[in-house]
T-cell receptor, first 115, second 115 residues
């Protein structure tokens, strides 16, 4: 079974530039998550999709971050404009359902460096 | 979200058992206890989860206290590959409500395995 795919794996940009990350979840997984992991900390949920609808974006900085999952499969996360504090690893995860009895499968992450 | 408390770090020798503790005194009746681990430069990886009874799988065992206010992840024979950050997380079994089954990561326990 193919895992969660993410691209790019690494990205370096200057502050005020824009950047986009792509995620392809495991086939058939209805729930998709984007997490931000700052160095030395645990991952923090940014946004959660159920199919193509947002169910939790309470910690997404909506003035600069946006995400979409148009067809209920792939998803993109965008930052515009980027700030220095956005330097982090951005992790995508998916699960069959949002139930607490299911495991989440994580991708390898995209390491973003903002200069 | 209910919170968990874990030691910041633990050490073990290769091929010895490792017991990683987790306290969750405010756990609710619908919270599953999940354990994830994160190897260096990788996304988190599911280890095990349980509700009330002890659980075993190919990776580890989970021992849950009778009052469910604490749990212990048991690695029966540590290998160098088990060196990682281990996260103990409470996750609501119900899909819906404010949590939508999300994972709220803490700082975790850094496990060092010595050859």
């Amino acid at each position: 079974e193919a895992g969660v795919a993410q691209s790019p794996r690494y990205k370096i940009i200057e502050k005020r530039q824009s950047v986009a990350f792509w995620c392809n979840p495991i086939s058939g997984h209805a729930t998709l998550y984007w997490y931000q992991q700052i160095l030395g900390q645990g991952p923090k949920l940014l946004i959660q999709f159920q199919n193509n609808g947002v169910v939790d974006d309470s910690q997404l900085p909506k003035d600069r971050f946006s995400a979409e999952r148009l067809k209920g499969v792939d998803s993109t996360l965008k930052i515009q404009p980027a700030k220095l504090e956005d330097s982090a690893v951005y992790l995508c995860a998916s699960s069959l359902t949002p139930s607490g009895n299911n495991e989440q499968f994580f991708g390898p992450g995209t390491r973003l460096t903002v200069l | 979200d209910a919170k968990t408390t874990q030691p910041n770090s633990m050490e073990s020798n290769e091929e010895e058992p490792v017991h990683l503790p987790c306290n969750h005194s405010t756990i609710s009746g619908t919270d599953y206890i999940h354990w994830y681990r994160q190897l260096p430069s990788q996304g988190p990886e599911y280890v095990i989860h349980g509700l009330t009874s002890n659980v075993n799988n190919r990776m580890a065992s989970l021992a849950i206290a009778e009052d469910r206010k604490s749990s212990t992840l048991i690695l029966h024979r540590a290998t160098l590959r088990d060196a990682a950050v281990y996260y103990c997380i409470l996750r609501d079994v119900l899909a819906g409500g404010t949590s939508y089954g999300k994972l709220t990561f803490g700082q975790g326990t850094i496990l060092t395995v010595h050859p």
